[in-house]
Every structure is written in C-alpha cells, then in structure tokens.
C-alpha cells in the first residue's frame, strides 16, 4: 500500500516557476514508477511527466517539454515536479500517482495504468 501527498502548488504569474513534491509512505515505494497529471476544469486528467525508479529514466508530455522537470529523491521518498515558465495553460489540479513496476526503465503516461492518487494541489497561472 501506497499514499501520496502532493504540496507546492500555489499561485504564481506567467513566466514564474514552482516546484511540487509529491511524499510517499510505503516501505516498497523504491520500486514504482511515478507520475504527474495535471486537470483543468472542464477537462479530462492529461499526462505531464513520469520517473522511473531510478531517477534515471523520465519522460514528459509535449506540452511541457523543456519546462519541467521531474526527479526523485530516494532517501526521502519524494518526488518533485519543477516547472518553470509558467503559462496560463498549466492552470490546473495536479496530481501524483504511483505504480508498481517490473524495471527502473518502465513508465506510464495513462490514468489507468497507475495504481494510487495523491488528492491534488492547485496551481494557478495568472497572465
């Protein structure tokens, strides 16, 4: 069993940065891959990146690509998202999710693939 807690979100204007964290309980959390999703209203959950065990192995949506990273911190079982120029468009709840996986290279960029939810923080851009 796995619980996420996300923190970090807040209120911030384009071009700004924040950084998410998202902290895990679980003594196996070493070995799940984790991800962020982010869901404006009105709209359906979307991918926006995913780290492997490891740390090693990442991966983000389009949307995000050179704006944010994610990466991990073992020991303090936490992962973080940092985002950097903001834009009006990253409006949304963000969440972290969990899943347990096979190798520190396996990731997932779909809602139905991850086994736990954190509840979500808000972040909003203002333009």
């Known amino acids: 069993q796995v619980q996420l807690e996300e923190s970090g979100g807040g209120l911030v204007q384009a071009g700004g940065s924040l950084r998410l964290s998202c902290a895990a309980s679980g003594r196996t959390f070493s070995v799940y891959a984790v991800g962020w999703f982010r869901q404006a209203p009105g ?24 704006r944010f990273t994610i990466s991990r911190d073992s020991a303090k079982n936490t992962v973080y998202l940092q985002m950097n120029s903001l ?37 909003t851009v203002s333009s």
Do not use: H, I
Request: contains cysteine; neutral net charge; hydrophobic residues 30%.
């Open 87 to 123: 834009k009006p468009e990253d409006t949304a709840v963000y969440y972290c999710a969990a899943v347990r996986s096979p190798s520190s290279r396996s990731l997932y960029w779909r809602v139905g693939e991850y086994d736990y939810w954190g509840q979500g923080t808000q972040v």
């Open 43 to 66: 709209k359906e959950r979307e991918f926006v990146s995913v780290v492997g065990w490891s740390g090693g192995s990442t991966f983000n949506a389009e949307s995000v690509k050179g």
